[in-house]
């Protein structure tokens, strides 16, 4: 039965597109914004056009108000938006969310809202019969930033598995080192994951890695949205030119290294031998051992929680 | 009767159009809270409904101050002689469309409510001496034309900074004018070094106004002699710590002062004004 959206609270629909076996791409802002720049600019790319949006009063805040003369002329809230992409028969839906819907203060989504808002973007992937659903976001790792990082896959059904093994460049979280197949993809990039599970949908978040030091900052990683980008772009089988988002990653690079360098040279030595650790061959020990591994991580989290990092 | 969750409402009000004047109870000069009790008490402003806070508020425990036990309320309070609603609260802190819209409901469905004044305070870096203005914020031509007539700062720019967001107010003014509710924004600017104590100048030029407009006929006498003392209080202060009258001096002068000695300044003010001076 076809899910009549006139009446779901919140959606807005402008038109109501013919799309062929289409897919969802979805994200909001997370770690490095890795997951959003990654489908903000592949829906750049295609030029897709807006068809929808989920009204925010609900959801948000306002987050700037436009006063002239006196008189209150706007109320600008953060925007989550569903935009297509005609393909030739795959053809793509792709929502973005400017925030995430908090409650409490807390950075990321969680609870009832994230809930309702989770919901609301399945209910327009069910309407127009969205077969497969992707998220994105950031995988905090043991990296180094002058290094091409990994995707980390994790789907929501098995039959997904041996699709995501053919991946280049991608691990499931049971081939990430130290994780035994477990973790948590926090916020509405990995909650929409769950819910799709719930309702039927296959469901795969890409998660580029940002090095552990990076996590913190104010700072885009667009490196890591390159790597879901071309992880994501194979699986749909579509062919785009990234170099935009090497540009960016180019003046990102030099900020990042203004703040590497304000990191004390004895954490520094230590982070700098991340820069030789290789996981192509991940059965085989590695240059840096598990122990040392931890031992960078414990600096690492001391020296943040010390105050540092503050460049 | 109750207009169904979150709203309860305990009587009925009998006033024909009336205007909603509303006031946050955690305000700058503690100007919400006090003009909405002045009002309620020269006016005799009778309790007629409120808005349950569970959705509202963070209810883990309660908060004390000034030795008592806290809870979060917001109340409605209707002035019989008078077409006037009044509506005082704590500041929400989740939920605030519902919350605002909720207050509309009772405002609109509940009161026929014509025009809506929503309070304000502003800190600013000026002196106590300085003449207290009204900047207002409307949320509709017409209404701007309504107040042409009153001596207000009436063509604010304004833009949310980086950064920041907007106020709850302006949030509500948009609500407002979404709803077709004529209604204004009222800001005082106050001191930054009474932004956390009173100040009853403030308090009056937003009384005044609303009195010139809303017809209220308030004795003012007991708000003047309020006004008084605290600038003889001020004037005291000056006297006998140099620093304080530099400091003021300066501002007066229309000189910034440092992070640091802003800072001096409030605190050697309000340890002054605490101690009874």
Not at chain 2, 141 to 158: F, G, I, N, P, T
Not at chain 2, 188 to 211: R, T, W
Not at chain 2, 216 to 244: G, T, V, Y
């Amino acid at each position: 039965m076809e899910l009549d959206l006139g009446s779901a609270m919140g959606i807005k629909l402008y038109q109501e597109p013919e799309l062929e076996n289409p897919i969802l791409v979805a994200s909001w802002p997370g770690i490095g914004n890795i997951g959003i720049i990654a489908v903000d600019t592949l829906r750049g790319i295609l030029e897709a056009e807006e068809f929808g949006e989920i009204e925010p009063w609900d959801f948000f805040y306002p987050r700037r108000v436009f006063i002239r003369k006196g008189v209150l002329e706007y109320l600008e809230f953060p925007n989550s938006k569903f935009f297509f992409k005609k393909m030739g028969g795959k053809d793509l839906v792709f929502f973005i969310g400017e925030e995430q819907p908090t409650e409490g203060g807390r950075m990321y989504a969680e609870g009832r809202k994230a809930y309702q808002m989770a919901n609301l973007v399945l209910d327009v992937a069910e309407k127009f019969r969205c077969r497969r659903v992707y998220t994105s976001g950031a995988a905090v790792a043991l990296t180094h930033h002058t290094t091409k990082p990994r995707v980390w896959a994790v789907p929501n059904s098995e039959s997904l598995i041996p699709e995501i093994r053919g991946y280049e460049n991608t691990v499931l979280m049971s081939n990430v080192e130290g994780r035994g197949g477990h973790g948590n993809i926090t916020g509405l990039n990995g909650l929409l994951l769950g819910v799709a599970k719930k309702r039927g949908f296959e469901a795969i978040c890409l998660m580029g890695e940002i090095p552990v030091y990076l996590q913190g900052l104010p700072l885009s990683y667009p490196k890591a949205s390159k790597s879901v980008l071309e992880v994501l772009t194979r699986s749909l089988r579509i062919e785009v030119s990234l170099d935009k988002l090497d540009e960016l990653d180019q003046k990102v690079q030099q900020r990042i290294e203004e703040f590497y360098q304000q990191i004390p040279l004895e954490i520094r030595g230590q982070l700098d031998r991340l820069k030789h650790v290789t996981y192509a061959q991940p059965a085989e020990p590695g240059p840096i051992t598990e122990e040392e591994k931890k031992r960078i991580m414990e600096d690492v989290e001391k020296f943040f929680k010390k105050g540092g990092g503050g460049g | 009767m109750s207009l169904g969750k979150p709203i309860k409402i305990y009587k009925e009000v009998e006033l024909p159009r009336p205007s909603l004047v509303l006031g946050w109870k955690e305000d700058g000069g503690n100007l919400g809270r006090k003009v909405t009790d002045y009002l309620n008490n020269k006016l005799k402003g009778e309790e007629f409904a409120e808005i349950e806070p569970e959705e509202f508020f963070p209810l883990g425990g309660v908060a004390i101050k000034g030795d008592l036990a806290q809870f979060p309320e917001s109340k409605f309070y209707a002035c019989p002689e008078h077409e006037l609603v009044v509506f005082q609260s704590d500041t929400p802190g989740a939920e605030w469309y519902k919350f605002l819209n909720s207050v509309l409901d009772v405002a609109e469905n509940h009161c026929r409510v014509k025009e809506l004044y929503i309070i304000g305070a502003m800190v600013s870096f000026s002196a106590h001496t300085t003449p207290r203005e009204l900047l207002t914020v409307v949320n509709s031509a017409e209404m701007k034309e309504v107040l042409s007539q009153y001596d207000l700062a009436r063509d604010m720019d304004y833009q949310t900074p980086p950064g920041e967001r907007p106020t709850l107010n302006s949030f509500l003014l948009w609500i407002a004018r979404e709803r077709n509710i004529p209604g204004v924004s009222l800001w005082v600017p106050i001191p930054f070094y009474l932004a956390a104590m009173e100040d009853a100048q403030a308090h009056k030029k937003i009384l005044s106004f609303l009195n010139e407009r809303l017809v209220l006929e308030i004795d003012f006498s007991d708000l003047d002699q309020e006004i008084r003392e605290q600038n003889e209080k001020l004037a005291l202060a000056r006297s006998r710590f140099p620093q304080i009258d530099d400091y003021i001096n300066r501002l007066e002068s229309n000189l910034m002062l440092s992070e640091e000695e802003n800072e001096e300044l409030i605190r050697k003010i309000e340890d002054f004004l605490k101690e009874g001076a």
